[in-house]
């Protein structure tokens, strides 16, 4: 080879290396979204409706929806004299936040760049998605968003109105904010959020300078403002990793909007493409009443005809009442969470459909459901009764349990009521119950230890709420694996509150009565019949070496669990309990505390058992285990007189794995 040739082989090669390190350009243009599903990475309540809208949440309470662009995009310029540095992005959408009616919604959207499309244990309200409020503003969440909010209120006692836009790094405390508005004509005009009108935003990042400048304005206008709302210097260096997603995310609170992308369009190292407005579909609009200018003549022909119709209604309800009796709406179901109709859970069910059976529990069935005007999916739990009395307690819970609200607990959408059937609402789960993960795997899953770590980590968050954060003490009284179901992103939800009773702070429980599932039941329900904490403490304990061991409480013949990891335990055997299917993928610091923790919990007397506070200390290495002497090994004796008053309790259908109405979504 000559040299010349040589010269020029390392010329190609040299000049190759230079266009393989230019920044990939990148433009796309969404009119509508219908057909362009597998472009977008969807998450939560976000959904693509038949007319082409994007809706990224509906108007539910306390839902998050995200959409990401399916690619990630390179967002340094690896030709920058000051690599690494950001390379200029632009974009342009248009957006709607439609309310019900004249009430005011919440909260607002966030258009995100971020390193990934899931955001596991982000919460909704004020925090839009993103973030909660234990990574609120660190610096590794790697996040730049700019909000179009709703709701005042963050890191306050209570909210208010907003109509903003803010610009935010890593968090929900704003860099900078506005009151939305655009210039126009010399002055400062308000733009609407939450108008339920279409909305542009303009949002354009110069990595050169890093300056950012957002840009809002009505559907009206042909072409974008001349002069920003907001411009701010950023340093997203320190921000964006080499590869991001770009996208929206959204949620709702105790408040709620339906949250709608309509238009998006986005340039990397370019001015993103101006949208085409007459091509976009139209958000859906809420039906205000209109003013009719009429004469006299005719606005007493129509108040005529309106006292006629009045009087022919009444007549007939007269007849109708003295026919069939009426149901009238007692006072609890005015207040309780949101009430469905039968015909819509109905045709969500597909009729109730056998094959629309997810699982079956004491009192009813569990059916997979779509309500088909949000395309959410739903949990329906059928029950049918005849007795008056036992609508009533169940009325009593629902009116309670209803307003509990925590990660860790299956999220109550509301219920139904019709002549003796009795429809239960909560949000779908389709992984199904911690149980069948670990005893019944499908595609031979098997559930690791970290997953298995994270579950019991939640668990005990969601009983430390019910036992001391909530507003009143929740008794549980029958914590188990079937009892836990787990969602999309591995993380718990305790759920069935058939059998939890409340009582307020200070007070003792007047709850009497042995019920609960074998194995899980704590020895003093046996004496004195009365639940507590504690015996949730017991459960959980119960629940954590069954968990660690893939084993559960009670097995055939003489076989008790926790008997069985005590033995191991005090022989220094205590790893030859693990369950065999995790092999040796597990941290043995972590594997010796869940162990020992579980059998702390299951001591025999209540005193010695910790609280949840200090079970999540423990689990978070906060606090070391205490050394007992005696971890509560029974004598025969003192072991089979309770276990004769537990045979006796089932004799008299004392004690019970179904309460007169179960919470209950039993999916194995």
């Known amino acids: 080879m000559t040299m010349a040739t040589q010269f020029s082989l390392a010329f190609l090669i040299f000049s190759s290396l230079i266009v393989s390190a230019q920044p990939q350009d990148l433009n796309f243009v969404f009119h509508g979204f219908k057909g362009n599903e597998t472009d977008l990475k969807r998450e939560g ?17 306390n839902v998050i929806g995200h959409s990401f662009y399916s690619k990630p995009i390179q967002m340094f310029n690896p030709n920058s004299s000051s690599y690494p540095n950001v390379s200029s992005f632009s974009t342009h959408f248009v957006f709607a936040i439609v309310n019900r009616g004249s009430d005011p919604g919440g909260y607002g959207l966030a258009f995100t760049i971020a390193p990934k499309t899931r955001f596991p244990g982000a919460e909704a309200g004020h925090f839009l998605g993103l973030f909660n409020s234990r990574n609120d503003n660190d610096s590794t969440n790697h996040v730049f968003a700019v909000e179009f909010d709703t709701v005042n209120g963050y890191n306050q006692l209570t909210d208010t109105s907003g109509n903003h836009v803010g610009i935010n790094k ?18 400062d005009e308000e733009v609407d959020l939450e108008s339920g009108d279409p909305i542009q935003a303009w949002i354009d990042y110069d990595g050169k300078t890093g300056l950012v400048n957002v840009t809002v304005g009505p559907e009206s206008l042909d072409k974008k403002p001349s002069q920003p709302l907001m411009s701010h210097w950023i ?5 964006f990793l080499p590869n991001m997603y770009v996208g929206f995310s959204s949620s709702t609170g105790m408040k709620s909007s339906s949250h709608y992308v309509l238009g998006w369009s986005f340039s990397l190292n370019g001015e993103a493409p101006p949208l085409n407005l007459s091509l976009l579909p139209k958000p859906p609009k809420e039906n205000t009443p209109s003013s009719l200018k009429t004469s006299t003549v005719v606005l007493i022909a129509v108040l005529s005809t309106l006292v006629l119709t009045l009087l022919g209604v009444l007549f007939i309800l007269t007849l109708y009442k003295r026919i069939m009796p009426f149901e009238r709406l007692e006072d609890w179901e005015l207040d309780c969470p949101h009430r469905f109709r039968y015909k819509d859970l109905y045709l969500a069910t597909k009729g109730f459909k056998e094959t629309e059976i997810v699982g079956v529990g004491g009192f009813g069935a569990v059916f997979r459901g779509v ?9 329906v739990k059928k029950i049918t009764r005849s007795s008056k009395e036992g ?15 925590h990660k860790n607990l299956v999220n109550l959408q509301g219920w139904c009521k019709k002549k003796n059937n009795l429809l239960i609402v909560y949000d779908y789960i389709p992984y199904g119950s911690l149980d069948s993960l670990i005893f019944h795997p499908k595609d031979d899953v098997v559930l690791g230890w970290e997953q298995r770590f994270n579950i019991i980590k939640g ?24 009892n836990v179901l787990i969602d999309l992103d591995m993380n718990p939800r305790l759920g069935d509150f058939g059998l939890a009773r409340i009582h307020d702070h200070g007070e003792l429980s007047h709850t009497t009565g042995v019920v609960g599932t074998i194995g899980y039941i704590a020895p003093e329900l046996a004496r004195v019949g009365r639940a507590s904490t504690s015996t949730d403490v017991f459960a959980y304990g119960a629940l954590l070496l069954e968990v660690a061991t893939g084993k559960r409480p009670i097995g055939s013949g003489h076989f008790v669990l926790v008997d069985w990891v005590m033995e191991c335990f005090e022989k220094s055997r205590l790893l030859d309990v693990v369950d065999q299917k995790l092999g040796l993928e597990f941290v043995v610091k972590e594997m010796e505390l869940v162990l020992k923790l579980g059998l702390l919990c299951s001591h025999y007397r209540p005193e010695c058992r910790p609280n949840m506070r200090q079970v999540i200390r423990y689990l978070n290495w906060e606090e070391e285990l205490p050394m007992i ?17 537990f045979m006796q309790g089932i004799s008299n259908d004392k004690i019970r794995s179904y309460s007169v109405v179960q919470m209950l979504h039993e999916y194995d």
């Open 629 to 645: 002497e005696n971890w509560g090994v029974f004598d025969s004796g003192r072991k089979s007189e309770l276990d004769s008053k």
């Open 371 to 379: 309500i088909p005007t949000t395309g959410v999916e739903i949990a």
């Open 459 to 482: 668990v005990a968050s969601g009983l430390l709420y019910l036992h001391e954060e909530w507003e009143q003490v929740v008794i549980h009284r029958d914590v188990k694996s079937s």
């Open 170 to 187: 890593n968090g929900m405390d704003s860099l900078t904010s506005k009151p939305a508005a655009y210039h126009s004509g010399g002055s």
């Open 235 to 239: 340093n997203l260096t320190e921000v």
């Open 391 to 405: 609508m009533k307690e169940f009325a009593a819970e629902i009116e309670s349990l209803g307003r509990l609200r």
């Open 45 to 61: 309540g976000s959904i693509i409706k038949n007319n082409g809208e994007l809706r990224l949440t509906n108007r539910s309470q």
